[in-house]
């Protein structure tokens, strides 16, 4: 298991570019202002939880006994005012508006049939319990209505912005630890790690040290099974590192090469690589595929085609199309099986 050590020397450090590639994989993805979710921050945050998706959230998968930073329950106003015993209903599952749960606008209907501010209600404000009021809101503004500004009530301050993450992105601390392991073990896996790692500022005593140190330590965590890691569709038979969804073999130089650009359509601020953390089964609620041997590196354009479909139904839906095209004469498969 992989703990913080208090003692021992201090490992190279891998080039900055990577470096941050690996510490973000620890955190969730962006989040715009105007929606409820906390921007990049680690996967062990408050989690967000659906109160229709709660029954499948209320107990962790990983292992752990209860979400690291808490949990805070969403639930609409239908579900809300539309039950008469919806205090008793909550109770008996261990919710209570206003201490671990809050009720969510997201609509102009709903907030003008139940205004809160009528209600003698206070916006919520804390992450934990007790959460310090029964709601939260983000309403976009509209211009069909007369009174069409947006409305955006708890967790706004700049300190406080966002409630929390989406639950699906939850990972505990120790989860994220070996995650980052795992996969910076994967880039050593590359067969041009070392000639890349050289040709981006690291000298071959350190990348000697580096790469010996992580792919010992993973070993010994048994967070390097090739077994597993291969019927993940992680790492090839030769032990080197795939795509998930291709099954191309990656380059190293893939972790700092920008992805290529479409001539006329050029930015100058293109921060996208060409490898990107990718999850084998796809991130959803109801389970936390967050976590070791589940998480690799893939091409960026397979991540968008994947997108959250699952890499099982994206490759149907790609065998499809081809036999289509195939069948109408615009792809010449040969003898090919498809």
């Not at 962790?60 to 209860?66: H, P, V």
């Not at 032990?239 to 920008?258: A, H, N, V, Y």
Request: hydrophobic content about 35%; glycine content about 8%.
């Amino acid at each position: 298991m992989i703990r913080k050590s208090k003692a021992g020397p201090r490992l190279p450090s891998l080039p900055t570019l990577l470096h941050r590639k690996i510490y973000k994989t620890g955190q969730t993805r962006g989040a715009d202002d105007g929606v409820i979710y906390q921007n990049r921050v680690s996967r062990s945050s408050t989690v967000l939880i659906p109160y229709a998706c709660w029954e499948a959230c209320a107990k962790l998968q990983d292992g752990e006994a209860e979400y690291e930073n808490g949990f805070i329950v969403l639930i609409s106003p239908s579900e809300y005012f539309g039950n008469l015993n919806i205090s008793a209903v909550l109770a008996e599952k261990g919710l209570a508006i206003g201490s671990n749960a809050v009720v969510f606008y997201e609509t102009r209907e709903q907030w003008n049939a139940h205004n809160p501010d009528e209600l003698d209600w206070i916006r919520a404000k804390e992450r934990t319990e007790p959460l310090g009021g029964q709601y939260v809101a983000r309403i976009p503004a509209t211009t069909a209505m007369e009174d069409n500004r947006k409305i955006v009530r708890g967790f706004d301050a700049t300190k406080k912005k966002g409630a929390g993450i989406r639950v699906y992105e939850y990972a505990s601390t120790l989860t994220n630890a070996q995650c980052r392991y795992q996969l910076e073990a994967l880039f050593w896996q590359c067969a041009d790690s070392v000639t890349v790692a050289l040709s981006n500022g690291m000298t071959e005593e350190d990348t000697a040290t580096r790469k010996g140190a992580i792919l010992e330590v993973c070993r010994g965590a048994g967070l390097l099974e090739k077994e597993r890691l291969t019927q993940a569709r992680i790492l090839s038979a030769e032990g080197k590192t795939i795509c998930p969804l291709c099954l191309e073999e990656l380059s190293g130089q893939g972790f700092f090469s920008r992805m290529d650009q479409a001539e006329g359509r050029e930015v100058p601020d293109l921060t996208v690589t060409q490898l990107n953390l990718f999850h084998v089964a796809e991130l959803r609620v109801g389970v936390l595929n967050h976590r070791p041997y589940n998480v690799g590196w893939g091409h960026h354009h397979c991540n968008v085609v994947v997108k959250d479909s699952g890499i099982t139904k994206t490759l149907e839906w790609m065998r499809d199309v081809l036999n289509r095209n195939s069948a109408r004469g615009h792809f010449a498969t040969g003898n090919r099986a498809i």
